[in-house]
């Protein structure tokens, strides 16, 4: 008779150092693929001037990380990323405080409801299709007009004919809207009713979809409402930092889902990257950045779309039954 | 390869117990001792699954003459959970979730062990009474008001159990119960790195013959210790600062990183 090593022994516990357990996933993960993920998402948000949410989400869910999980625990991600950015605008004076304030009720408002969404959605066994039509639906819109602005932009500066068009103190067509209000550091004049709408829409977005919205804020910011662009990049910064501050707090009180290890984690690849990456940016022509960015928001939307056009190689999911407080 | 001087201690020891709890008890029939290796998996930062074993002992009574080949199936269920299946359908050219069922209080881990395949330990009634086999373990499922077992060759059934399978989480296998001696087996209970926290009651059942002649129950606790528990505990239940404190932690990280990348 010989107890040989067999697999009850010979591969107990042996400790990994790469490995680390999440205590709210419930699962090991390794630490350097995460924190890999978590630089080069960062470096990609800082070249930018994004959040990454749109990559760092999908991203999570391929690793194995459970979807609610993935999208709960990026936003904590994207509060540190947008923390690290905010503050060095908030340095150089770049920042409207005033606009975010206003952005920022509305924001609060779409949040709460995102996070109410998100519950309801995930009750019904809805939440994989709805984050899957909504990206490939904004992604796409948002990735072709990003595309289409840039190659222009391209186009003109090869010809070297007319200016830009520029778009400060052109007549808007909410200009006839009541409450309005006057923003100092943008210089700008104009119905609070807009602003709320364009704070809620990205807090709600950014609630059930896990991304912060700030490539569908600057834009918004700039065409809609004519922010003028030194003061844009700060001001979102700050908004997408207050609504992911908010996001982490309502998902914590509303399921069980935020990882604080996967979010330490995360954080300082995004923050170490983020760095590289805006130095990266700055080297950089405006239009041909939106043209990159615009390229991997789309490539990102036609991934969802196939996702949901060819036939699952699985028909059958199973997911815990809602774990709610 | 031999295993490392403490584990042959431990099995000596083990050895010795069962040797005494077997010798020790009333002779009628063939009786059955299993002891576990650990009654307490602790989950720490470290952890990537672990393996249990399970050593059991086969009495005879006096009457009975050695030589009675014996088989084993260890079960192995894990704490009660309910699951939704739910299953794809086309619509309007997109794959999305049309069909749904619950399945209530199920195991979340199952695992059944056996020395040989089940079809070769006994037929399929008593297959279905000793509710042997991961096709024959009760699967409730909610039908609006009424509870329900689903039969073997339900559709949704048999996905739950495919992709808990996949997942490493329902394992069926009839390599994993050796024989040390005529009556002294050893089985090894695999757990995943994704298993779940919990009780994870063991039910271990000896045939001969084709008929159920002993058992013995068994439990053991798998559970977050340390900096693990910790978290899961606090995040359950002080919800409000567990996120007030993830939401400072992203600051103070944004924060530090903007003073440590600071170029002016």
């Known amino acids: ?325 | 390869m031999r295993a490392p001087a403490p584990v042959r201690l431990a099995v000596a020891a083990v050895l010795a117990q069962l040797t005494f709890l077997a010798l020790s008890a009333p002779a009628s029939a063939e009786r059955l001792v299993i002891s576990l290796s650990t009654d307490r998996v602790q989950i720490a930062s470290n952890f990537t699954g672990d393996d249990i074993a399970v050593f059991g002992s086969i009495d005879l009574p006096a009457y009975l003459t050695e030589g009675i080949a014996y088989d084993v199936a260890v079960t192995v269920q894990g704490p009660r959970q309910s699951f939704t299946t739910r299953r794809k359908e086309r619509v309007l050219g997109l794959w999305v979730n049309v069909d749904s069922r619950e399945f209530v209080e199920a195991p979340a881990y199952l695992a059944v062990l056996s020395n040989r395949p089940l079809a070769d330990i006994a037929d399929g009634d008593v297959q279905r009474r000793e509710r042997l086999g991961i096709a024959n373990v009760r699967l409730l499922q909610r039908i609006g008001p009424d509870y329900a077992d689903t039969v073997a060759d339900d559709v949704f059934r048999q996905a739950f159990v495919r992709i808990r399978s996949g997942e490493g989480l329902y394992i069926e296998s009839d390599a994993d119960v050796s024989f040390l001696t005529g009556t002294v087996f050893r089985a090894t209970v695999p757990l995943p790195p994704n298993v779940p926290t919990g009780r994870f009651d063991v039910d271990v059942k000896v045939f001969a013959a084709g008929q159920l002649v002993a058992r013995d129950r068994a439990a053991l606790t798998i559970s977050k210790v340390g900096f693990e528990h910790f978290v899961a505990v606090y995040a359950r239940d002080h919800a409000l600062l567990y996120g007030l404190a993830v939401a400072l932690m992203a600051l103070g990280t944004g924060w530090l990183a903007s003073v440590i990348f600071r170029r002016d």
């Open chain 1, 1 to 325: 008779m010989r107890f040989g090593r067999t697999r009850a022994f010979g591969c107990v516990a042996r400790p990994n150092p790469v490995q680390i357990y999440l205590p709210i996933a419930e699962l090991p993960v390794n630490v350097f693929l995460i924190l890999g993920m978590g630089i080069a998402v960062g470096f990609i948000s800082g070249m930018f001037g994004v959040g990454g949410g749109f990559l760092m989400t999908p991203l999570l869910i391929f690793v194995g990380i459970p979807p609610a999980v993935s999208v709960v625990t990026v936003t904590a991600h994207m509060a540190a990323s947008s923390a690290s950015g905010a503050i060095a605008y908030w340095r150089k004076g770049a920042i409207d405080f005033g606009l975010a304030g206003v952005l920022l009720l509305g924001g609060m408002v779409g949040t709460g409801l995102g996070v109410w969404v998100f519950t309801i959605l995930r009750r019904f066994g809805q939440l994989d299709l709805a984050i899957g039509i909504s990206y490939v639906l904004l992604l796409g819109i948002i990735g072709s007009l990003m595309i289409g602005e840039s190659v222009q932009a391209i186009l003109r500066s090869r010809r070297k004919t007319a200016q830009p068009p520029r778009l400060a103190g052109k007549p808007r067509w909410f200009a006839g809207l009541p409450f309005r209000m006057h923003f100092r550091r943008s210089n700008l004049d104009v119905s609070v009713l807009p602003v709320l709408a364009i704070g809620g829409g990205i807090g709600f977005l950014g609630a059930v979809m896990g991304i912060s919205g700030g490539f569908m804020l600057v834009p918004a910011l700039i065409y809609l409402l004519r922010v003028p662009t030194g003061v844009v990049l700060g001001t979102s910064l700050v908004l997408t930092l207050a609504t992911m501050a908010a996001a982490v707090l309502m998902h914590a009180l509303s399921s069980l889902s935020l990882d604080v290890v996967l979010a330490l984690i995360l954080m300082v690849g995004g923050v170490m990257g983020a760095q590289f990456g805006a130095r990266a940016g700055q080297a950089m022509r405006g239009e041909q950045l939106r043209l990159l960015l615009g390229l991997l928001v789309l490539a990102v939307g036609l991934r969802f779309l196939i996702d949901l056009a060819l036939p699952p190689g699985e028909m059958f999911t199973v997911l815990q039954t809602e774990r709610v407080r």
